[in-house]
Nanobody, 125 residues
């Protein structure tokens, strides 16, 4: 069973930077099975960033150029560096893992089987 624990959320002013972390049980961080998602109040969950097994990272258009997803294999930890935060970035942020490793990144939450409990981010203007 894969366990995921997010941290790093909080309430911030627009324009600042914030990094989220996701600790993952087991040695799967480098396998291209991981992704970051968020869910704003009253909206559906959307994919933010996703990894593939050969190193490609895919980003949602709404965060390209502002968010950077990375991983530390030695620590089994994912990161999501978010710069120039906007009020629209408010929401619950989740990391997730797919059941198997794939050669393509997916921003679709239906492709993910394991989810963390989420960490809340609130950005005020």
């Amino acid at each position: 069973q894969v366990q995921l624990v997010e941290s790093g959320g909080g309430s911030v002013q627009a324009g600042v930077s914030l990094r989220l972390s996701c600790e993952v049980s087991g040695d799967i961080v480098s396998s291209g099975r991981m992704g970051w998602f968020r869910q704003a109040p009253g909206q559906e969950r959307e994919g933010v960033a996703a990894f593939a097994s050969f190193g490609e990272t895919r980003y949602a258009d709404s965060v390209k150029g502002r968010f950077t997803a990375s991983m530390d294999n030695a620590k089994n930890t994912l990161y999501l560096q978010r710069n120039n935060l906007k009020p629209d970035d408010t929401g619950m942020y989740y990391c997730a893992a797919r059941r198997l490793s794939y050669g393509y990144p997916s921003l679709g939450d239906i492709d993910y089987s394991y989810w963390g409990q989420g960490t809340q981010v609130t950005v005020s203007s």
